[in-house]
């Protein structure tokens, strides 16, 4: 086994070498001695494992935290709290964060990373026992004696708080695992289960009616919180299923297990959270893990020399930390100790072998009392033992017991002749070192045990502290003298005396009374020779030491009638307490350990003299009063000179020490017995007491029976009186009763009657109400009936306002639209005489231009001839790049297409809108459409005159110009040569001509028949209706939105082509 002393080490390895784990499974024993000295150690109280199962937290007796990380094999340093901690909590919900409940009733919460203080909850009035932190980290719950209080660790705020009845105790409080469900367990054996969210009560367990109370003290569930085993001051260990709320089964433990201390599971990685294996840590300190099922133990932990305080399970299974007894830790691998229990079998074949040097490596050995054997094996059968000396290093009894021995009090004289006074960190030590405390537990325990004495029941009254923890330490101790010795249950001053000693010593009671006890036996010699006065001896000799080294001083006190019980047995009755600060007194007190008893007298004397001045000056004795029971200007330090030079320069007939004895410790194992003081006093003063006390209870007893009896014949008395005051109600009720029954009876007759005359009214009023409400409902029909046909009115007034408004409307429509069509007439009667006149003077130029063209025919045929071939060239040409452009304007038009389309299901969107609007001025639309049908039927037949006329006028045409359109149709076929290729050179022209061309065929429909006119012949429309032109212009209606769409799109089409043709431009130059 491997030992390892972390010391003052803030970090470090837990292990040097790779631990093998023997039979008793243990990796390394943790200890760690003070830096001060190294014989002692520092206990560790609490620890705890991180949900992860490869480290633990550990908390020191000095308030030191440290993280364990075993699979990483480092120990660290996290937190000085300066307090012992009483609980410690790992698995927040952020994992760097831990719980710390402290030995002042606070919790804080730490970062392990950080090392910062990150919260600090307040609320508790008592240590705190427990920390439990809900599954999902967001909850925390903390516990003491007397209350339990439920906290946010998102805000750290306190959410609820538990409180109880002061006969009941709590004795834990936690959640169970993976749910949303509270366990509190109580003193009185009870057990209830609470919701986390609302903290209903869900459950309670029923407490076991058979045997003896059960005194439950410790409790473990399983990791699926579906078993929880309790156990408590006895063997037996109750099993209770928390699905049924049902006692399963009851553990009897070995007949050595009288209580159990603590319960763990061990869980299993195969168990799916319903451990199995149960550990019990009883009071022998062995710690037995056990099988629930079968009941069979199946290895422990500790021994009854190497004891365990507490332990820790591994949430994994995987490893055990035990605090020891000796305040180390101990980690144990669970695999090695169950290593012999999955062993298989012994073989049940075995050979019989020989052996010659059997009995050479046979060992005896003798253990002797205050030694350790060491064996030596030696050859042939002699055994040598070797006897070492015990180890300085065993215990912390055995170490604190040595420790006085370790320090030379010549040099400790000489360190605080040299700096005044001790070291504040080694000062307790360096008192316990002169003072030889013998640390008497089992002697102190014994005192302790009986409790707080007679004397000291009503201490706070007498001497009220601020403090409780104080007040209970002062009774405390005081009592435990008391109990030594029966003086001090008598002596007043006594906790005058004892109080800076508690104070400085509240956390060690033991140090603390035999420091006071040790004051007591040497330093206040001879205090009780004359009890219950002051000690009227040891008051001379201070008075005698005043007078020889100041008479004047001391002159001027008697002539004030200032005796040595006012300038002298303040000082001593309180140890200089109430007149020096704490650092002088602890400094003054440095010097009294270190010197002669007598020094403690030379130090009253010293204080006297040193404030001489100001005691001269007082005449009163109010005033000297005030002085010795008050703190004053006074240099500590010139007064320790001075009772070092009283101390030398005292003669020794008058000095102290020749009257008192050397200095003398406690006795080891049990105190001295203290008798130096008049028995008879004390015991007649305990007897006059017990004898008070008996009259006092006698008297109380006869005052209570007599309290008794005066109640009791208050009492009778009064049920006497109430008897015969209730039988005299009894027969006024009575006679009451009577009168009123009569009463009665004349009434009911009367209300009969007025019954009867009540029912035939309530008749004719029914009939009178039917009659009223059959009038009121044929009322109600009339009115319904009026305001319908109001209504009527209403809306046949309403319908007809609204005919005659869209009638008025649909006129106004009318006469906008007659007047947009006379004025497109009149514009189309001008275009067509500027086409009428276009047409006849091209005719006459067409007459002159026959001539020209009979004299130039000749030329023309033999141009002919020679620009055959060079058409036949171009034409080749043109053809190619008429298929170019035929498959860009297919392009063109499938994307004119796509548009037509998008504007066509917006047309359609915009009529689904309409369709409302469309319902309502259909019968309009519907007489309109006829009127443009007979427009339009109108205007056909005009179209077909002017056809007819203008084919007549073409066949006359015709007959005489056809020689000439022979000759001229090789001239147009050079002039179609010659504009294609003017319309290749400039493709952006002929493009946004033929847009524009298309924009006027779509947007202008209404022309539709006078553009055919217009390429034909000369046809005059004055005599065309103002109905046929309404026709063509009704056509526009509502398309001013698409327009403004199409010219975008036309735009944009412009802009394409214009792409394309420069790409063609370049294409041809390349």
């Not at 002298?568 to 200089?576: G, S």
Request: neutral net charge.
């Amino acid at each position: 086994m491997q030992t390892i002393d972390i010391g003052s080490k803030t970090d470090g390895k837990l292990w040097h070498r790779k631990p093998v784990s023997s039979n008793n499974g243990i990796l390394v024993n943790v200890i760690r001695s003070a830096s001060a000295y190294q014989n002692k150690t520092v206990r560790f109280l609490q620890v705890t494992f991180e949900t992860t199962g490869e480290s633990f937290l550990a908390g020191d007796h000095h308030g030191n935290i440290y993280v364990f990380d075993i699979s990483r094999n480092r120990f660290n340093l996290v937190q000085k709290t300066g307090q012992a901690c009483t609980a410690l909590a790992f698995n927040l919900r952020r994992t760097t964060e831990y719980l710390v409940a402290l030995s002042d009733y606070s919790i804080k919460c730490f970062d392990k990373d950080t090392k910062q203080l990150v919260s600090w909850m307040r609320g508790h009035e008592g240590a705190v026992s427990s920390l439990s932190v809900h599954s999902s980290g967001r909850y925390a719950i903390s516990t003491s004696f007397d209350t339990a209080q439920l906290w946010d660790l998102d805000t750290f705020q306190r959410k609820r708080k538990l409180n109880l009845r002061q006969s009941v105790g709590i004795q834990k409080v936690f959640f169970l695992p993976m749910s949303n469900t509270i366990l509190s367990c109580f003193t009185d054996d009870s057990i209830f289960a609470w919701e986390s969210d609302t903290l209903f009560s869900k459950y309670q367990l029923p407490v076991p009616q058979d045997g003896p109370r059960v005194h439950y003290k410790a409790f473990a569930v399983t990791q699926d919180g579906k078993i929880l085993a309790a156990g408590g001051r006895s063997n037996l260990i109750y099993l209770w299923c928390l699905d049924s709320q049902q006692l399963f089964r009851v553990l009897q433990m070995p007949p050595k297990v009288r209580t159990i201390r603590q319960l763990d599971f061990l869980p299993d990685s195969f168990d799916g959270g319903s451990s199995q294996i149960l550990g019990v840590l009883s009071q022998d300190g062995i710690m037995r893990f056990i099988n629930i099922q079968t009941c069979k133990q199946l290895f422990d932990v500790g021994t009854h020399d190497d004891a365990i305080t507490s332990a820790a399970v591994c949430p994994k299974g995987r490893h055990i930390v035990a605090v020891m007894d000796n305040g180390s830790l101990r980690i144990y691998a669970v695999h090695s100790l169950t290593r012999e229990t999955n062993k298989p079998p012994q073989p049940l074949v075995k050979v019989v072998t020989s052996d010659k040097q059997t009995d050479s490596t046979f060992l005896k050995m003798k253990v002797h009392t205050g030694a350790v054997p060491c064996l030596a094996k030696t050859s042939g059968r002699r055994i040598h033992t070797r006897l070492r000396q015990r180890s300085a290093v065993s215990t912390v009894e055995e170490k604190e017991n040595d420790s006085p021995d370790a320090l030379s009090k010549k040099r400790l004289r000489s360190l605080l002749k040299t700096f005044g006074e001790y070291p504040e960190k080694y000062r307790m030590f360096i008192w316990r070192s002169l003072l030889r405390l013998p640390e008497n537990h089992t002697a102190f325990s014994s005192l302790t045990d009986k409790g707080v004495h007679s004397a000291y029941l009503c201490l706070q009254e007498r001497y009220p502290i601020k403090s409780h923890r104080l007040q209970r330490g002062l009774q405390r101790i005081l009592s435990a003298l008391a109990h030594w010795s029966a003086i001090f249950g008598e002596t007043e001053y006594l906790p005058l005396v004892a109080f800076p000693f508690v104070k400085l010593f509240q956390n060690n009671p033991l140090v603390c009374f035999e420091v006071v006890a040790t004051v007591i036996v040497n330093w206040c010699q001879h205090w009780f020779e004359y009890f219950p006065n002051p000690p009227l001896n040891i008051l001379s000799m201070v008075e005698n030491v005043l007078a020889h080294h100041d008479k004047e001083l001391l002159q001027h006190f008697v002539d004030f009638g200032v005796t040595s019980q006012l300038y002298a047995w303040p000082l001593l009755e309180t140890l200089f307490s109430e007149v020096l600060t704490r650092e002088e007194w602890l400094k003054l007190f440095d010097n009294v350990f270190t010197n002669h008893p007598s020094f403690l007298l030379m130090s009253v004397v010293a204080y006297v003299t040193c404030s001489r001045a100001p005691l001269l000056h007082c005449t009163q004795k109010e005033d000297f009063e005030y002085f010795f029971h008050h703190r004053n200007n006074l240099d500590i330090d010139a007064m320790l000179k001075e009772a070092y030079r009283l101390m030398e320069t005292t003669p020794a007939d008058l000095h102290p020490s020749s009257m008192l004895s050397e200095f003398e410790p406690l006795t080891h194992g049990q105190y001295p017995v203290f008798n130096k003081y008049p028995t008879f006093i004390v015991e007649y003063q305990s007897q006059e007491r017990e004898r008070i006390r008996q009259q006092e209870v006698e008297y109380l007893r006869e005052r209570q029976a007599l309290q008794d009896l005066r109640t009791e014949a208050v009492r009778q008395q009064a049920e006497d009186k109430a008897w015969y005051t209730q039988q005299e109600l009894l027969q006024q009720a009575e006679e009451q009763r009577r009168r009123l029954l009569q009463q009665e009876e004349n009434k009911l007759t009367e209300q009969r009657a007025r019954l009867a005359a009540m029912k035939r009214e309530l008749k004719v009023k029914e009939l009178t109400l039917l009659d009223a409400a059959r009038r009121r409902f044929l009322k109600h029909q009339q009115n319904q009936r009026r305001i319908e046909i109001n209504r009527l009115d209403d809306e046949i007034q309403r319908k007809m306002a609204l005919r005659a408004q869209e009638t008025s409307t649909a006129v106004q429509d009318l006469e906008v639209r007659q007047m947009e069509l006379d004025a497109q007439r009149r514009l189309l009667e001008q275009q067509l005489a500027k086409e009428q006149e276009r047409v006849s003077q091209e005719v006459r130029a067409e007459v002159d231009a026959r001539q020209r063209r009979a004299e130039a025919e000749d030329s023309a045929v033999q141009n002919l001839v020679h620009a055959d071939s060079n058409i036949s060239q171009q034409n080749k040409r043109v053809i190619e790049e008429s298929l170019a452009e035929a498959e860009q304007l297919q392009m063109d038009a499938n994307w004119q297409t796509e548009v037509i389309k998008r504007l066509e299901n917006a047309d359609e969107e915009q009529e689904r809108r309409r369709q409302q609007l469309a319902e309502l001025s259909r019968e309009t639309q519907a007489k309109e459409e006829e009127l443009v049908q007979l427009m339009m039927d109108l205007q056909d037949k005009q179209w077909d005159d002017v056809v007819t006329k203008r084919g007549q006028r073409e066949e006359e045409k015709q007959a005489p110009t056809a020689v000439i359109q022979q000759r001229s149709h090789h001239f147009k076929k050079a002039d179609n040569t010659a504009q294609t290729q003017e319309e290749l050179r400039s493709p952006d022209e002929s493009s946004n001509q033929q847009m524009e061309e298309i924009y006027a065929s779509c947007s202008t429909k209404g022309f539709k028949h006078m553009n055919r006119t217009q390429t034909t012949t000369n046809i005059c429309l004055n005599n065309l209706s103002s109905s046929d032109d309404s026709t063509c212009f009704s056509l526009d209606r509502g398309r001013g939105r698409l327009d403004l769409e199409e010219r975008e799109l036309l735009q944009e089409v412009r802009d394409l082509r214009q792409k394309l043709a420069a790409r063609a431009r370049t294409a041809d130059w390349t």
